[in-house]
């Protein structure tokens, strides 16, 4: 099903062997629910074409990369289903991006926040410009990283995970490499264009049962995430209710 206009866009493009799924929203290229779900389903559509054989994933604009969950929708949370419902669909996105037989390689050209750090952590191989900086700031609003933190502990390890939970300072691009939230880290976007395009096309062309199997070896150990992630989900909803979450929505907002 298509995402509301107001949710943004999300659009795919198939082209020998390699899917380029891309994201839009007006407001930093957040997140709301319509386009976590979307994404989900373009993901899963992609990995059971056998025709395609990577994914890459990108989103659009000269902003953001991503600036995490739709503030928005969280101040319309009214009851912790409702919110548990929201906090889910970052669960989903990652279990789509977990799932997909396929490996995506993601291009981040631009800041990433909050939820964007777990998409970017649930990527099998990241290129990022030199100027993408990355924070978890969840806990400046009265929440924490609970739905994207196991996919990035599992990434960055449990040290640099807390740190980044605990603070919510920038971190620039040479620190997520340094901790391989990024494979690799571009001077500018042209060049990064290039190498997002060279490393798709090589994957494309590899064997898709070695790709597969490597994809298999990446993920072990989270099958029983989908349980995992669905009590993180909950844990958030509640939270995003209290009185001190909503009025440091309201400050951050602000600022």
Known sequence: ??????????????????????????????????????????????????GVHVVV??????????????????????????????????ATLILAMRQCPTPIVTRVHGKVAGGGV????ASDYVIATA???????????????F??????ERKVGPGAFAAMALDAAWRDAAWGERFGLYA????DEAALDDAVAAMADSLARANPEATRQLKEIFWEGTADWEAHLGERAAMSGRLV??????????EFRKS
């Open 118 to 121: 777990g998409i970017v952590a």
């Open 147 to 152: 739905v994207v933190g196991p996919v990035i």
């Open 57 to 90: 994933l990108r989103s659009e604009g000269s902003g953001p990369f991503c600036a995490g969950a739709s503030f928005d929708e969280l101040t319309r949370i009214e009851d912790p289903e409702s919110g548990r419902q929201f906090f889910s669909g970052f």
């Open 1 to 50: 099903m298509p995402v509301p206009p107001d949710s943004g866009t999300v659009r795919t493009t198939t082209a020998n062997g390699i899917a380029t799924v891309s994201f839009h929203h007006p407001k930093g290229n957040s997140l709301p629910g319509a386009l976590l779900r979307e994404l989900a389903d373009v993901i899963g559509q992609a990995g059971s074409d056998p």
């Open 131 to 145: 100027n993408a900086s990355l924070r978890l700031s969840e806990l400046a609003v009265g929440i924490g990283p």
């Open 184 to 187: 690799r880290v571009c001077a």
């Open 241 to 250: 209710l209290s009185d001190h979450t909503r009025r440091a929505i309201a």
